[in-house]
């Protein structure tokens, strides 16, 4: 996996945008695609646009650091009805749930 890889983007119902490769390898990404479901009392969230790489891993508790979560979405702003996190797993690293 190349260094230039990670992206992530949450982009509100109605954005408009469009993807393109500019280099030379094969690129591939995933995409979710899930009806908004709001919160009363809440706005919408606005779209959010970044890398992975940026966004600081939290180790799980209770698993030395073999288990860590990144949140690419605020897991405290409840405007977002869903969650995106890459979930990394040291030797060794256990999930008991």
Known sequence: MSSATSGYAYLPAGSTWSARNDG?????????RKRY????????????????????????????GKWRTTRMLDPD????????????????GVSLN
Do not use: C, K, Q, Y
Request: hydrophobic residues 40%.
């Open 24 to 32: 030379t390898e094969l690129t591939s990404f995933h995409w979710l």
């Open 37 to 64: 479901e709001p919160l009363a009392g809440v706005d919408a969230p606005g779209p959010v646009v970044g890398n992975e790489r940026d966004v600081e891993p939290g180790a799980m508790p209770g698993t030395d």
């Open 77 to 92: 702003d409840v405007a977002f009805d869903f969650g995106v996190n890459i979930v990394t797993f040291e030797p060794g």
